[in-house]
């Protein structure tokens, strides 16, 4: 348990910040001198009279707090008798006495900085709750933990966190042990997170009112919740984005009215929204704080609040649920939220409701992280606070009376901050009493599953699955063992070569057994999804198998005699086993598509390097075409050079010749990053990539663009995904107003800027903008975009002979498709080995060479029935196997050779026509609709068939390298990472291995 008490000394500094911060907050209302007095320390309720009026179940109320809610509630029907008053306390202090106003306050928000200092002063009076730190952000900001309980719990939290680390592992704890535990000695651990989608300002505020009722009320409903349950409460996930949302509040607030308002630019320093959709690939620190905190103390629920639906939705789902988590879970989250529906609707208040939202079916959300470690996760969506009081209308398919929805949402109601905070309030809190209500129920719910779990895999069919030490990409590979480790899954190593299920096992293979609490994990994780199209529309992706993905090799094994072999369990991180093998003053780095080769030609930046053209032979390896070669590798360069390929994992080879294969040098280029004003979510995945390896970049918005001379300071310009289409891409965000719309650091928003800044955001890229991206290209620069950036030149005319589609009836929400490398001899497919790649697309974005789009053929016909089975039928997936050779797709139906003889047809007519100066397709979709969907789900396939994922598109001397699927997907695609770096490493070499010449103002001012 490396749980931190806070140093005195860090509350004293903390505290003299927190006057600056409380004035800066309210410094526009007249009270600001009264809140400085109310702040310095924090002073005592001195407002609490105990009058029979003022009383509740023997405790004196917090008169004026109270007083405040009735004034800010807009609605006295989104009330219930646990929130509308506040007890008093004479030792902690209230929100009203800390922040000079209460939670639910209109026109006022509070930085997470903030939050976390009352936590901490709650903390500090109350023995029973206490706080610690779980960890900071990329841009350092801190994420805490605030646990809550009776004070002999408190004092005694370490050994209620090894009791659910007991019930975690059956192999240790006996029944009787689990049964003592269940009965008598453990308490479940309600871990409450808000904050994570920082446009969503209700949850933090809320939060702190109910610590400090969850501190210091006497009534039986709490002490029935402190004495059985450890509340553990993280106000703010993304602790970046709220500072941002507050200055941005504020900002937005002294703004003249009429002017654009400034929209929440950056969240953290990556991603905004999709911090929610990180769990599998845990790329971000906010996920891996989390991750932590769920192995560290097995919090047996955890639930995020967040504010998208009417007035309050809790969680389950329309379904498909995901098929690793285990029945219990699933009917937990039916209790807990027909719990909250009951009671809510029993103290009439309307619009809590349950189903009709999200399905349950990918596992990338960050309350997945206690589903796969067998805990369960659920979260609310509630209207949200604002923090303006409004007057809140909503729709007919919001207000109709449904069987999940008994009491619905009204067709207009008064709202504010107020209305949020006591309905999501009182909520968790009968959520808190039903599971404190049913200690031993949840606890014994938990170690049953984490028997079965374990029983799973002892029983089969699957008894472990195996990852090849020695693989093709083998250094991605063991990053692959180490991310699983991370994230909690046991790997073991075998101790000697065996044979199990027919599969060669070699000694130092990684093994993930399946009889182990968390297998729940690889089974999510390693499956394959087949996502019935008989559901309601997915919410997100549908299909995510990890090593599709990835493009690494994971075998499951059902043969149980592999539990019996020896094997021996890694403690610490798999280590990097790279190579140079041989004798000579030549290197030559095997191009396995590996993603530390990146970070291995920015390393030695200045050392020459030059790609094979052509796959070769030498010393009895075959190199695939894009190996390094190192010419001559000058002491002390050797010594480095060998160093970097054992720590990255790479394979090489000395020797003393070049080898006898084309070659061109491998120019290291000045990259130049664009990014859009309008819409700054989804760039940063391909953000961290580039951070994550190493390459260096120059970071700049659309806006910049229009300033030109971009040859002249760049080799590679990379442009991603923005979202919308071809042309409000180049508009960027509308120029009405008067006033320029400024995204800075100032001393009123000192949580802004930083990342890039502008005085103005209002412009886009424009006509202006896009002549000189043309330029770029055409005077010899690679710009490489992805998905709806690639839509912007092929629209604009710029790049000929590719158009965008517009297919009629395609369905295809994030899955996993198979990408047919059509053209080995592309750098840009160097490294890639056989004939196939697994993809991960979805339809934002068609892509045609020639003639334009075909369409696709809809589904069947509509029934005006809801189909209550839907999983009874499911699509087809095409089998991926990664080392077979392709003898599939020889016979065509009727249907496949029509359309092949149509196309060929039209390209006789000149449509389509391929000439030598036409787009080169690098990869694109099988011939056959039926080879297409290798996990996920797909519909409409046929208009995808053929259709290019990756082009390069030569404009002028330069190149276009578009991708209509998705690289560098919420860092789960690594396997298809280096499609990307090959364009950016061969960047002044693209044309190599086409049959049309090569340009030759080639070697030109771009190198180096
Ligand atoms: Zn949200």
Do not use: C
């Not at 800010?72 to 209230?94: K, M, N």
């Not at 930085?111 to 709650?122: C, G, K, P, S, V």
């Not at 991603?271 to 891996?288: C, Y």
């Not at 599971?435 to 374990?454: G, H, P």
């Amino acid at each position: 348990m490396s749980r931190t008490t806070d140093q005195p000394g860090r509350a004293v500094a903390a505290r003299s910040r927190h006057t600056f911060r409380t004035f800066r907050s309210a410094g526009r209302r007249a009270e600001a001198a009264l809140v400085l007095l109310l702040a310095v320390p924090p002073v005592l309720s001195a407002q609490t009279p105990a009058t029979a009026n003022g009383m509740r179940g023997g405790q004196p109320v917090d008169e004026e707090y109270t007083r405040l809610i009735a004034e800010h509630l807009q609605d006295e029907r989104i009330t219930t008798e646990l929130v509308d008053y506040l007890p008093a306390s004479e030792t902690v202090p209230t929100p009203l006495d800390f922040h000079g106003r209460i939670v639910g306050t209109p026109g006022e928000l509070t930085y997470a900085a903030d939050i976390h200092r009352y936590l901490r002063a709650i903390a500090d009076a109350s023995p029973r709750a206490t706080v610690w730190s779980i960890g900071t952000s990329e841009e350092g900001r801190e994420m805490i933990l605030m646990a809550i309980a009776d004070e002999q719990t408190i004092a005694d939290l370490d050994s209620y966190g090894g009791y659910l680390k007991e019930l975690t592992d059956p192999r240790a704890t006996s029944e009787e042990r689990a049964e003592q535990l269940i009965q008598d000695l453990a308490r479940p651990i309600y871990w409450l997170t808000s904050g994570m989608h920082s446009t969503e300002n209700g949850g933090p505020e809320m939060l702190q009112e109910l610590a400090y009722r969850l501190a210091v009320d006497e009534s039986e409903l709490v002490r029935t919740i402190r004495d059985n349950v450890i509340t553990f409460i993280t106000p703010v996930i993304e602790v970046d984005g709220r500072e941002k949302q507050v200055d941005t509040y504020y900002f937005n607030k002294d703004r003249p009215e009429g002017e654009q308002r400034l929209p929440l630019m950056y969240w953290g320093k990556y991603v905004a929204h999709d911090n929610n959709r990180d769990a599998m690939g845990q790329m971000l620190q906010l996920t891996k704080n989390v991750n932590r905190v769920q192995l560290e103390w097995a919090p047996t629920i955890m639930h995020d609040l967040h504010e998208q639906q009417n007035y309050l939705y809790t969680s389950t789902g329309t379904g498909p649920y995901n098929e690793a988590f285990d029945a219990i879970t699933i009917t937990e989250w039916w209790m807990l939220a027909e719990n909250d529906v009951l009671q809510m609707t029993k103290r009439d208040v309307p619009g809590v409701w349950t189903y009709n939202f999200y399905d349950g079916w990918t596992p990338n959300y960050m309350f997945t992280i206690a589903h796969a470690h067998n805990a369960t996760g659920r979260f609310y969506e509630v209207a949200s606070y604002g923090p303006d009081n409004r007057t809140l209308r909503v729709g007919r398919t919001t207000t109709s009376r449904e069987w999940f929805r008994p009491n619905p949402p009204l067709d207009s109601i008064q709202w504010g901050p107020r209305n949020n905070t006591n309905i999501q309030q009182s909520a968790v809190l009968f959520s808190l009493e039903y599971v404190a209500e049913n200690r031993s129920l949840f606890l014994d719910n938990y170690w049953t599953k984490n028997q079965r779990s374990v029983r799973k895999g002892v029983e089969g069919p699957v008894h472990a699955w195996v990852i090849p030490a020695e693989q093709r990409r083998r250094a991605d590979a063991v990053d692959a063992v180490n991310e699983l480790m991370r994230q909690g899954l046991e790997i073991h190593r075998a101790d000697d070569s065996f044979e199990a299920g027919g599969l060669e096992v070699r000694e130092g293979d990684y093994i993930a057994r399946a009889d182990q609490p968390f297998r729940t994990l690889a089974d999510m994780y390693f499956s394959l999804q087949r996502f019935s199209l008989d559901n309601p529309r997915p919410y997100d992706d549908t299909g995510w198998t990890f090593q599709l993905m990835r493009n690494v090799v994971i075998r499951p094994v059902e043969d149980p005699t592999i539990l019996e072999r020896d094997m021996t369990m890694l403690t610490a991180p798999a280590p990097q086993v790279g190579v140079v093998d041989g004798g000579g003053d030549v290197i030559v780095v095997d191009h396995t598509t590996d993603n530390n080769l990146m970070t291995f030609r920015f390393r030695h930046a200045e050392v020459r390097m030059l790609a094979a053209e052509e796959d070769f032979e030498m010393d009895g390896h075959e190199f695939r075409a894009g190996a390094f070669i190192i010419p001559a590798v000058p002491a002390p360069d050797r010594s480095t050079i060998e160093a970097s390929v054992a720590e990255l994992g790479l394979s090489a080879w000395a020797t003393g010749d070049v080898p006898d294969v084309p070659t061109h040098e491998l120019d290291v280029p000045r990259i130049g990053y664009v990014h859009a004003w309008r819409r700054t979510q989804d760039e940063g995945w391909v953000r961290g990539a580039l951070d994550h390896y190493g390459v260096p970049y120059t970071y700049f918005s659309e806006q910049k663009v229009r300033e030109g001379n971009l040859r002249a300071r760049y080799d590679v310009i990379v442009f991603p995904h923005v979202g919308g289409d071809a042309q409000t891409q180049v508009e960027g965000i509308a120029m009405t107003g008067e006033l320029p719309l400024p995204y800075q650091r100032t001393d009123s928003t000192p949580n802004l800027g930083g990342i890039d800044e502008s005085d103005d955001i209002r412009g886009g890229m424009g006509f202006e903008g896009l002549v000189e991206l043309a330029d770029f290209v055409r005077d010899g620069g690679t710009l490489l975009v992805e998905g709806s950036t690639s839509a912007i030149l092929p629209e604009y005319g710029i790049t000929t002979g590719v158009s965008v589609d517009d297919p009629n009836g395609l369905i295809a929400p994030g899955s996993i498709h198979r990408g047919i490398i059509a053209d080995p001899t592309s750098p840009i497919a160097y490294g890639y080995a056989g004939e196939q790649l697994p993809v991960y697309f979805k339809n934002d974005l068609v892509l045609s060479t020639g003639g334009g789009g075909f369409g696709g053929f809809g589904g069947g016909g509509e029934s005006p029935w809801q189909n209550t089975a839907p999983m009874a039928r499911l699509p087809e997936l095409s089998p991926y196997e990664p080392e077979a050779t392709e003898e599939e797709g020889e016979e065509e139906d009727a249907e496949d050779a029509e359309m092949a003889e149509f196309r060929a047809l039209a390209r006789q007519f000149g449509f389509g026509g391929e000439d030598e100066d036409g787009p080169r397709v690098v990869m694109a979709f099988p011939e056959r609709a039926d080879e297409i969907l290798l996990s996920g789900t797909l519909d409409g396939a046929q208009a995808l068939v053929g259709k290019p994922q990756v082009i390069d598109a030569p404009v002028g001397d330069g190149h276009v390298v578009m991708f209509a699927i998705r690289p560098f997907w919420r860092w789960q695609t690594q396997g298809t990472f280096f499609l990307g770096f090959n364009a950016i490493l061969n960047w002044n070499d693209l044309d190599a291995g086409s049959q049309a010449p090569e340009p030759v103002t080639e070697e030109g001012s771009g190198s180096r």
